[in-house]
């Protein structure tokens, strides 16, 4: 039995491999990076000895998901988790930012996450055994302006997961989705969002994760600051001055 990370090349992805690793949980890692992948399934089949299957996908091609499906069936792996890490965000107006990087942006963080989730669900229901873990994030609650295509795509990624959770409440398989804040990860060094704070680690993030899954949660904030800002303000401001504050964060943190 396997578990399967995507985005597993870094950030969050790749703390969890290493956490599913020192479980002594074989893995299959899917990202782009061919050597990053390569040197990660090196140093976590030396340190901990268990075995590590490495997949070079695009998720932001068409039905590329699907394919990845086949080739993990062709290995002969049984995936017993899904943690669905790949993301990113695009930063800038809708109108300034390329039709082609937001629109990869929808295909990888909704697109392929709900083909892959639905692919390896299908099995885990029919063994009546599984887990899958979504990223979402805590701008999943709320518009966010200069963001807007990235914090949409993650409100589908909560909305998605915990529906899905309630779906499958009868079986032994659960699902579950992790809303991070701002994390320290490449996400906010490589021109992709804004980030104000101080940031979480991505090894705090997967622990505060699998400690909401024991506590049979369907779903997570990770932080009291984060859960303030995206829960509680959202529902005592109307929603447009909701939208007009953030927009005003966002403005001051783009001039910094």
Not at 15 to 37: D, P, Q
Not at 198 to 226: C, F, M, W, Y
Not at 238 to 251: A, C, L, Q
Request: positive net charge.
């Amino acid at each position: 039995m396997y578990t399967l990370i995507t985005g597993a090349s870094s950030g969050i992805g790749q703390a969890f491999a290493v956490e599913y690793a020192k479980k002594n949980k074989n893995l299959v890692l899917l990202a782009r990076s061919k050597e990053k992948l390569k040197a990660i399934k090196a140093e976590l089949e030396k340190k901990y000895q268990v075995k590590v299957e490495i997949v070079m996908y695009d998720l932001s091609v068409p039905n590329v998901a699907q394919h990845a499906y086949q080739r993990i069936q062709e290995l002969g792996i049984m995936i017993e988790t899904l943690i669905n890490c790949a993301g990113f965000a695009t930063s800038g107006k809708v109108s300034d930012v390329s039709y082609e990087q937001q629109h990869n942006e929808i295909m990888v963080n909704t697109v392929a996450l709900f083909d892959l989730t639905k692919l390896f669900l299908d099995s885990m229901l029919k063994k009546n055994k599984g887990l899958i873990i979504n990223v979402a994030s805590t701008s999943a609650y709320h518009p966010i302006p200069t963001m807007a295509v990235y914090a949409a795509s993650k409100a589908f990624v909560l909305s998605f997961t915990e529906a899905l959770a309630m779906e499958c409440q009868e079986s032994q398989v659960r699902i579950f989705a992790i809303s991070p804040g701002a994390t320290d990860t490449n996400f906010f060094s490589s021109g992709g969002g804004v980030s104000y704070g101080n940031l979480r680690t991505p090894q705090h993030v997967v622990k505060v994760t699998l400690d909401a899954i024991e506590k049979g949660k369907i779903s997570k904030i990770d932080g009291l600051n984060n859960y303030v800002t995206s829960t509680i303000l959202p529902r005592i401001l109307p929603r447009k001055n909701m939208v007009t504050m953030v927009n005003t964060i966002m403005k001051k943190q783009v001039k910094k």
